[in-house]
Structure formats: structure tokens, C-alpha cells
T-cell receptor
Framework: GQNIDQPTEMTATEGAIVQINCTYQ??????LFWYQQHAGEAPTFLSY??LDGLEEKGRFSSFLSRSKGYSYLLLKELQMKDSASYLC??????????WGAGTKLIIKP | GAVVSQHPSWVICKSGTSVKIECRSL??????MFWYRQFPKQSLMLMAT?????????EQGVEKDKFLINHASLTLSTLTVTSAHPEDSSFYIC??????????????FGEGSWLTVV
């Protein structure tokens, strides 16, 4: 079966760095997405990785290793507004998105 | 980036009535759109995949006669919840896929629609 695993909840301190991991097993691979979702709102796109390596976008970076079925989202200089759920999703061979359950990130002052 | 607009953001309807939610891609053509449902504190659940000009593909357990999906143009897909009941109250979200030769595939989401059935 297809499976996406990510931690349920993480806590970090304002100004610090946090890494949210995601491992996957899917039927084919057409890219991995990270989304941010604040409570009561739709997800917003953060990143898309289809090749191995690190993609940096401001305070957010995303890494992919296809051979290991592994990705992480790195958030630097954490701000209180970064408190949200972070969703990992993989696009399979049928171009369907397979979703992880999301990681709730709690930022403390 | 690409923009997907969803309307209405909030809707309250009486039990037994039908309600339509629209999903528009504003600055690109979306051959494929997706409809999700999300109950509080739960992950997104894919309801159906909508391809322009053809019938939607529904996920297992989703009633196609209850959740009518129409994707008549490359920029508009609609979800109609027919004979709504209180248990249909949920957050409904659409997304559209953009395929680009350079960037590959990206999925953009609408703002979501809160449906409350009373």
C-alpha cells in the first residue's frame, strides 16, 4: 500500500530551527510537496521537490532523497506565525497526491 | 504563483437542500482539479478527481450522486452537495494541477469553503 509518515506534533522555540521529516512508500513518484495549513484555512504551497537535494526558499528549505524515500522541511528563524500544520504529500505515478496526516508545529516564545 | 479561487467561503444551508461550491483557476488552465473534504483536526481526504470535459473519478466511499462534480471548462469546476445533511458539514477544498515543462507539476489550493448544514 501507499504510505506517508510524518510526526504528529513538534514543539520549537521562537528564533530556533526545526526539521520536520517525512518518509514515504508510494506507487511511483512524480514529486513531493510540502504545504502549510493554519487552523481553519486551506493549505498553502511551500515547496516541490522532484530531484534529490536541497531547495532553499527564504527561511524554508526542503530536502529530498528518492533512494531513501525521505524528505524534510527545514524552518529557520522560527516566528510565532509559523505555528501551523505542515503537510507532506507525494504525487504518485497516476499524478494523485498521497497525503501524510500532517505535523502540528507549536512555536513557544 | 498560480491562483485558485473558491466560492463561497462560508455557506449555511438547511437540511435537504443543495449547495454549489465553485473552484476557479484565475491565471492558468487546469485540466485536472481535485476536491477534498476535511473534518476538524483531521487530514485532507480526497473526494474526487475532476478532468475537464469528462466524468469525475470518485474515491471509494464517496457517493457520486450526492456530490456532483462538473468540470465544464478549463478554469471552472463545481461541487454540488445534493440533499445536504448535518453530517455533510465540513471544510471543502479544491485544488488544481499546473503542469510546467520547467517546474514540473504543482498543486495549488483554493481558499476552502465551510459548509454548515442545519
Amino acid at each position: 500500500g501507499q504510505n506517508i509518515d510524518q510526526p504528529t506534533e513538534m514543539t520549537a522555540t521562537e528564533g530556533a530551527i526545526v526539521q520536520i521529516n517525512c518518509t514515504y512508500q508510494t506507487s511511483g513518484f512524480n514529486g513531493l510537496f510540502w504545504y502549510q495549513q493554519h487552523a481553519g484555512e486551506a493549505p498553502t504551497f511551500l515547496s516541490y521537490n522532484v530531484l534529490d537535494g536541497l531547495e532553499e526558499k527564504g527561511r524554508f528549505s526542503s530536502f529530498l532523497s528518492r533512494s531513501k524515500g525521505y524528505s524534510y522541511l527545514l524552518l529557520k528563524e522560527l516566528q510565532m506565525k509559523d505555528s501551523a500544520s505542515y503537510l507532506c504529500a507525494v504525487m504518485d505515478s497516476n499524478y494523485q497526491l498521497i497525503w501524510g496526516a500532517g505535523t502540528k508545529l507549536i512555536i513557544k516564545p | 504563483g498560480a491562483v485558485v479561487s473558491q466560492h463561497p467561503s462560508w455557506v449555511i444551508c438547511k437540511s435537504g437542500t443543495s449547495v454549489k461550491i465553485e473552484c476557479r483557476s484565475l491565471d492558468f488552465q487546469a485540466t485536472t482539479m481535485f476536491w477534498y473534504r476535511q473534518f476538524p483536526k483531521q487530514s485532507l481526504m480526497l473526494m474526487a478527481t475532476s478532468n475537464e470535459g469528462s466524468k469525475a473519478t470518485y474515491e471509494q466511499g464517496v457517493e457520486k450522486d450526492k456530490f456532483l462534480i462538473n468540470h465544464a471548462s478549463l478554469t471552472l469546476s463545481t461541487l454540488t452537495v445534493t440533499s445536504a445533511h448535518p453530517e455533510d458539514s465540513s471544510f471543502y477544498i479544491c485544488s488544481a494541477r499546473v503542469s510546467d515543462r520547467v517546474a514540473g507539476n504543482t498543486i495549488y489550493f483554493g481558499e476552502g469553503s465551510w459548509l454548515t448544514v442545519v
